[in-house]
């Protein structure tokens, strides 16, 4: 009798260990996704955020090109990580102030035109859903639509580099839709 009860305590201690191992690569698995955003939150600002903050300041009269050019280069002489600007960029075009989000698109629109590797950056951070959303808000002032249309479009014509990227192809159908709303409405 006492040896059966030894082994089923033997027995529920390995399952509760094997358990307690799922449950810890679990927690280790969240955490990872977790660790972007907390860093964020505990490290605040990124070197690219302030550059894309500077360049997109609702206190510009219009687009920097200077500024914005020199953000290419920083890029292309991998100064600047391509992947945390264009997530700095996102964090911009996220907001609702009208001029901020003209200066964004601008600014994403001179780093696309002018950087080769910023285009599979867009994709990845999903900066494309972002766009769709500010072209479907109707609160979105008509010229930031505009924009964000003639961009998506744009980056859906210009070439076959695009069409290994589903979200290109996936998003460039959508503005069609959109257009046709918006001009109806």
Known sequence: MGD???EKVTA???QLKITGTEVGKKMTAGMSSMSFKMRELFLGQTPADKIVEDATSETLEGPDWAMNLEIC???NAGKVNSVDLVRGVKKRLVLK???VQFLT???LETVTKNCEKVFSEVAAE???DEMVRLVDDPLTVVNNRNKA???IEAWGESGEELRYLP???ETYKVPEELLYHILVA
């Open 126 to 128: 999903r900066v494309l």
């Open 12 to 14: 529920l201690s390995e």
């Open 97 to 99: 102030d009208a001029r």
């Open 4 to 6: 059966n009860l030894m």
């Open 149 to 151: 249309l003639m961009l």
């Open 73 to 75: 280069d920083l890029i």
């Open 167 to 169: 979200v290109y192809e």
């Open 105 to 107: 698109l601008s600014l």
